[in-house]
C-alpha cells in the first residue's frame, strides 16, 4: 500500500475558503431581497422584520472574516505586515505579482459585496423594531473603515 500525501499551500484553501463564503453572502444577500419584497404596506411586517435577525448578524461575521483573510493574503503576496485594507481598494491591476493578479476576482467580488452589505444595513436601520432587537453594523466606503 502507498502513502500519498498532497500538500496544499495556505494561500490555495484561502482563495477557496474566501469564494465560498463570498457565495454564502449571495445566498444570504438573495434571501434578505426576498423577505424585502414581502413586506406588506398596510399590515405589520415584525415577523418579516425579525427573520432578518440572523441575516444581519451572519453576513456581518462573514464579511468580518472575509475582510479579515483577504488582508492576510494581501499582506503575504507583498511580505508586508502593515498593508492597510483600504489599499483592496486602490491597488493597481499590474501590482507586480502573479500573487496580486490571482487576488483581483476576490478584491472586485468584495467590494461589490461591500456596497450590497452597505445598502442592506442601511436598509435594515431604518427599521425601528429590528433596531430593537439588533444593533445594525454601519460600513462606509471601502477603505474608511466600518463599525458594529
Known sequence: MT????????H?????????????????????????????????NDCRISALVPLVKESWGIYRFITSMLRAMYRSSFRDPCLPLFLLTFL??????????????????YNAQHYSLRKFYYECSNLKYLTGLINVPKLGQVGHGSSS
Open 3 to 10: 502513502l500519498c500525501i498532497v500538500i496544499i499551500p495556505a
Open 92 to 109: 493597481p491591476l499590474n501590482a507586480g505579482t502573479n500573487d496580486i493578479e490571482a487576488l483581483e476576482p476576490l478584491r472586485q467580488r
Open 12 to 44: 490555495v484553501t484561502s482563495y477557496e475558503t474566501i469564494s465560498d463564503l463570498m457565495q454564502l453572502q449571495d445566498q444570504i444577500e438573495s434571501f434578505q431581497k426576498m423577505v424585502f419584497s414581502h413586506f406588506r404596506a398596510s399590515a405589520n
